[in-house]
């Protein structure tokens, strides 16, 4: 069973492994960037970065009508449930869990938490799951560049989902540097062009990374899927 991958425009993605729908960072309403809309998405499960509006997004009320699952760091679990989701996974910074889809770690990630309300949302986390079939999947979140991305890259990427989009995350150039720490197979830019502040030229970024790392960069466009070999 392939794993399938959708972006949705800025950090929101869907993926399609072990015949469950993963919604990650799922943000459509307000999104500029989103070619559908919250009510139109499937979700067995909803991972969640961090407490930031453009990543917590619609979570609620798609947990709401699908019942699905949602998976963060404790404190979003905790302030989700005080929003009436009924079903939530915590995990925390370096803690790992097997899921029916597979095994899910929360990483570090450079950034803030808090939540639209202004809540404490704990740290931001990256994502790192091994799929049913063996494939290491890497989304930084919302982060900078830090040293231990290393750590992360000698778990030998097949996937790297990294933002790009300068100001809030990291730019193009550290992005690069994050390719050459985590050498993951593939690397997919996201977090751009949501918005004029974070505009980017992916493509060029992608050439970039094809004549100066080891990696392959694919430029996603948006609600189109796409399959990890
Ligand atoms: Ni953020
Ligand atoms: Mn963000």
Same mark, same amino acid.
């Given at each position: 069973?392939? !794993?399938?991958? @959708?972006?949705?425009? #800025? /950090? +929101? =993605? $869907?993926?399609? +492994? /072990? *015949?469950?729908n993963l919604l990650i960072d799922p943000f459509f309403s307000g999104n500029p960037a989103s070619p559908i809309?919250?009510?139109?998405v499937n979700a067995d499960f909803i991972l969640i970065t961090h407490g930031h509006g453009d990543h917590v997004g619609d979570s609620v009320a798609i947990a709401a009508r699908t019942g699905a699952t949602i998976i963060s760091n404790f404190e979003i679990c905790n302030w989700l449930k005080q929003r009436g989701v009924? &079903? @939530?996974h915590a995990q925390h910074l370096g803690g790992g869990f097997k899921h029916p889809?597979?095994? =899910? &770690?929360? +990483?570090?990630?450079? #950034? $803030?938490?808090?939540?639209?309300? $202004? /809540?404490? *949302? *704990?740290?931001?986390? $990256?994502?790192?799951? @091994?799929? #049913? !079939?063996? &494939?290491?999947?890497y989304f930084g979140g919302d982060t900078g560049l830090f040293g231990d991305m290393r750590l992360i890259g000698e778990e030998t990427l097949d996937l790297a989902i990294l933002p790009?989009?300068? !100001?809030?995350?990291m730019g193009p150039d550290d992005a690069l540097r994050a390719v050459k720490l985590l050498t993951p197979k593939v690397v997919i830019p996201i977090h751009y062009n949501t918005w004029s502040l974070i505009d980017q030229n992916?493509?060029?970024?992608? /050439?970039?990374?094809? +004549?100066?790392t080891t990696s392959q960069a694919v430029v996603l466009t948006a609600g189109q899927p796409w399959t990890l070999a």
């Amino acid at each position: 069973m392939p !794993n399938t991958l @959708t972006w949705y425009g #800025h /950090a +929101t =993605l $869907g993926l399609q +492994t /072990a *015949g469950y729908n993963l919604l990650i960072d799922p943000f459509f309403s307000g999104n500029p960037a989103s070619p559908i809309s919250a009510e139109a998405v499937n979700a067995d499960f909803i991972l969640i970065t961090h407490g930031h509006g453009d990543h917590v997004g619609d979570s609620v009320a798609i947990a709401a009508r699908t019942g699905a699952t949602i998976i963060s760091n404790f404190e979003i679990c905790n302030w989700l449930k005080q929003r009436g989701v009924e &079903k @939530t996974h915590a995990q925390h910074l370096g803690g790992g869990f097997k899921h029916p889809f597979g095994y =899910l &770690k929360l +990483t570090l990630a450079l #950034h $803030g938490s808090s939540l639209p309300d $202004g /809540a404490y *949302g *704990g740290s931001p986390a $990256g994502l790192l799951l @091994t799929t #049913h !079939n063996g &494939k290491k999947i890497y989304f930084g979140g919302d982060t900078g560049l830090f040293g231990d991305m290393r750590l992360i890259g000698e778990e030998t990427l097949d996937l790297a989902i990294l933002p790009i989009g300068d !100001n809030f995350t990291m730019g193009p150039d550290d992005a690069l540097r994050a390719v050459k720490l985590l050498t993951p197979k593939v690397v997919i830019p996201i977090h751009y062009n949501t918005w004029s502040l974070i505009d980017q030229n992916a493509l060029e970024w992608a /050439a970039r990374v094809e +004549t100066e790392t080891t990696s392959q960069a694919v430029v996603l466009t948006a609600g189109q899927p796409w399959t990890l070999a």
